[in-house]
Each structure stands twice: as C-alpha cells, then as structure tokens.
C-alpha cells in the first residue's frame, strides 16, 4: 500500500503563491492515479486536479489557470502549484491516490489520502 504525506500549505495573501507536495512512500507512485481535493468549513470535499499516470490533466473550473498539478515519478511526488490564490481557496488540501490509469472526480473513487495540510488565503 502507498502512504501519502502532503506538505507546503500554509497562509498566504490574495494573489500569492503556494507550492504544495505530496510524497510517497511504500509504493512506486507511477502505479497511481493521482488528485490533490480540498474541503472547507461545511462544504463537501470536491476534487481540484488530478493527474493520471499517463499525464493527463482535470482541473476545477475556478482554479483552471491559476493552478497546476504535476509528478515527478523519479521523486515519488506530486505537486500542486498555486498562484493567483483567491480567498475562496482557503481549505484543507488533501492527496489521493487511485490504482488506476485515469483518476476519477469523487473522493470515494480513491483509496489513499494524506492527513491533509491548511491553506489559509487573506484578503
């Protein structure tokens, strides 16, 4: 089984950048379909960018643009670049993983999570 870690959330200004990363260990993270989803106070955890294992790319509507999911297989890590952060950004940020060769939108298509890290964007 793969063990997930996220780390890089923190607080930051509307308009600024934060680069999260997610590391894994236990098993090779190219066998993985990867999402970052996040969940803010009272709304559902809804999927923000997923990555499947050959690359390919989703992106939430509101972050499309602003945001970018990538790995680095070499590292075991995935990567969720975030620029342009908007108030309504603020959430815990979660990784998930799914053995499968596409990712899939809801978080119940996925088997593996980190313990999630806080983004915190101030007007």
């Known amino acids: 089984q793969v063990q997930l870690a996220e780390s890089g959330g923190g607080l930051a200004q509307a308009g600024g950048s934060l680069r999260l990363s997610c590391a894994a260990s236990?098993?090779?993270?190219?066998?993985?379909?990867m999402a970052w989803f996040r969940q803010a106070p009272g709304k559902e955890r809804e999927l923000v960018a997923s990555i499947n294992r050959n690359g390919f790319t989703y992106y939430l509507v509101p972050v499309k643009g602003r945001f970018t999911i990538s790995r680095d297989n070499d590292k075991n890590t995935v990567y969720l670049q975030m620029n342009i952060l908007k108030p309504e950004d603020t959430a815990v940020y979660f990784c998930?993983?799914?053995?499968?060769?596409?990712?899939?939108?809801?978080?119940?298509?996925?088997?593996?999570w980190g313990q999630g890290t806080q983004v915190t964007v101030s007007s």
């Open positions: 236990g098993r090779t993270l190219s066998s993985y379909s």
């Open positions: 998930a993983a799914r053995e499968a060769n596409v990712a899939a939108p809801g978080y119940l298509d996925y088997g593996y």
